[in-house]
């Protein structure tokens, strides 16, 4: 007589959950060190407040990153990973280049608001020299692309007269970073307040008048 073959029991399969539980918990450490580092800063966060912030033992957060540069290192990936998408298209790029580089500055102006952003910047800014890394993923991520973008819209957009695209581009992209810097992060609104309005407006006007100039 043939031996029946026993069913298997509900939820006890051969599927090996681990790499789904090993992500799962990975995100659920680094939730928890987000909420610490973007508050605390590197120096003043521990160990141990990351893991009861986290839900997890102490013991846990070393078992999946080993150290608390590692933690927080795999955290700014993370972050950047969140503020800046990899496929992020540029708002109204079939505008016409007054309209399209009004639009860019108040999307950046947008994401600069978010406490996320800043508090990813400054954490980036005040480790920098320890984690010079972190300001290469930075501009990798933030900065670069972009940039390189807005060069494109340059070269495909003659009718804004342009004559160099690359650094018209970083000229347009380094004075908003510089700008909401000074105003936002150094609180320069506070002793030399500029109305966001007049910057972009200026800064369009000299992006796109000094190629009308030199024509």
């Known amino acids: 007589m043939t031996a029946r073959r026993a069913k298997p029991v509900q939820g006890s399969t051969n599927q090996q959950p681990a790499p789904r539980l090993a992500m799962d918990k990975r995100a659920q450490i680094l939730e928890g060190a987000l909420r610490v580092f973007l508050t605390a800063g590197f120096n003043d966060t521990t160990m141990d407040r990351v893991a009861e912030e986290a839900g997890v033992s102490k013991q846990t957060i070393y078992t999946y990153f080993h ?51 800043q508090s990813f910047f400054r954490l980036v800014m005040a480790e920098s020299a320890r984690f010079p890394e972190l300001v290469q993923i930075y501009v990798r991520r933030a900065v670069e692309p972009g940039t390189r973008l807005l060069e494109a819209y340059f070269v495909a957009h003659p009718s804004a007269g342009v004559s160099d695209p690359q650094a018209a581009a970083r000229i347009f992209r380094s004075a908003l970073a510089s700008f909401a810097l000074g105003q936002e992060i150094l609180h320069g609104k506070h002793v030399l307040p500029l109305a966001r309005e007049r910057f972009v407006r200026a800064l369009v006007d000299m992006v796109l008048g000094s190629g009308r100039q030199g024509a």
Do not use: I
């Open 67 to 117: 150290s608390k540069e590692r933690l927080f290192k795999e955290l700014v990936e993370h972050l950047a990973d969140r503020l800046f998408p990899a496929d992020l298209p540029l708002p109204g790029s079939d505008l016409e280049p007054p309209a399209f580089l009004n639009k860019l500055a108040w999307a950046f102006f947008e994401r600069m608001d978010r406490w996320q952003y």
